[in-house]
């Protein structure tokens, strides 16, 4: 088998060494088809971010992904990547698949990025943690499995709450993205989204692996160089980086800050460090 060849690592001078990303010996990229979960017991963490701009890489890398939004408290990557759709109201969406309505193929959708396809949810998905139905936590897992349109790459984004949506999420996609802030309010809910894990792989996917764990808009301060070096040691196996702060991203208007990263800033060092990201979790495509 050939070396995986990835993007070299983020180093410029605005990136102190200690914050360079953290590659553990033996790591390497997904195989596609490949799934993974982007999740985090805490809003404004950088969750819909992060599976956004992966999402978004991989699609310019060549690859068909599909993005799902499992996020009750809507507002996330349904917004972003508004599904091409015929008509007015919610169409058909996360909820239906859930409840037996629709097939996962009847609830994704294509989106203003080539090969990017989006699977929509809305507040409405509340109810499936109301009232789940029989054998909720393997029904996203499932739909995947009954799909007939080819998809290389399946990224859940779950909301902040560790519920039944974000277990179906695991159950389907065990391989775990990390993405929290440095501050003390997101290393408390770290610990209790590692008990969540934990439980998770116990009983339901033994298979699951913590692949990346992402500081987003990393400062350079104290607080997230003591973070940084907690993270590799309580992540021995994980790739553990931080995504840098963009001034343009955070002057983005209304209008422009609803672009993909590649379309309003495809030069900043916040997308730089997203496509290493992305090539350092699933490997380039062949040819």
Not at 83 to 97: F, Y
Not at 234 to 244: I, K, N, Y
Request: hydrophobic share 40%; glycine share 6%; charged share 20%.
């Amino acid at each position: 088998m050939q070396p995986t060849t990835v993007a070299p690592p983020p180093t410029g001078d605005e990136l102190p060494p200690w914050l360079r990303p953290r590659v553990p010996n033996g790591f390497r990229p997904l195989d596609a088809p490949a799934r993974m979960t982007c999740v985090m017991q805490k809003g404004g963490s950088g969750k819909s971010t992060t599976a956004g701009c992966i999402a978004c890489e991989l699609a310019l890398m060549g690859y068909r992904v599909r993005l799902w939004d499992v996020d009750a408290q809507g507002g996330g990557v349904t917004h972003w990547f508004q599904p091409a759709q015929a008509g007015q109201g919610e169409p058909l969406n996360l909820l239906h698949l859930f409840k037996g309505e629709a097939t996962a193929d009847e609830v994704t959708y294509a989106t203003r990025v080539p090969n990017l396809y989006i699977v929509p949810s809305f507040t409405s998905l509340k109810q499936v943690e109301l009232g789940p139905p029989p054998g909720v936590e393997y029904v996203i897992d499932q739909a995947i499995k009954e799909t007939t349109e080819p998809i290389d790459v399946e990224i859940m984004d779950c909301g902040p709450s560790l519920g039944q949506l974000t277990i179906a999420a695991l159950v389907a996609a065990p391989n775990v993205v990390v993405p929290f802030k440095a501050s003390g309010f997101d290393l408390n809910s770290l610990r209790d989204l590692n008990r969540t894990l934990a439980l998770t792989k116990k009983r339901l996917t033994p298979d699951q692996r913590i692949l990346a764990v992402v500081l987003s808009e990393v400062l350079k301060s104290n607080l997230t160089r003591d973070v940084f070096d907690a993270m590799c040691n309580d992540f021995p196996d994980a790739l553990v980086m931080g995504v840098r702060q963009s001034v343009k991203a955070r002057e983005a208007t209304l209008e422009s800050i609803r672009l993909p990263l590649h379309e309003y800033a495809p030069d900043a060092t916040v997308r730089q460090d997203f496509q290493y990201l992305t090539r350092m979790l699933v490997a380039p495509k062949a040819g």
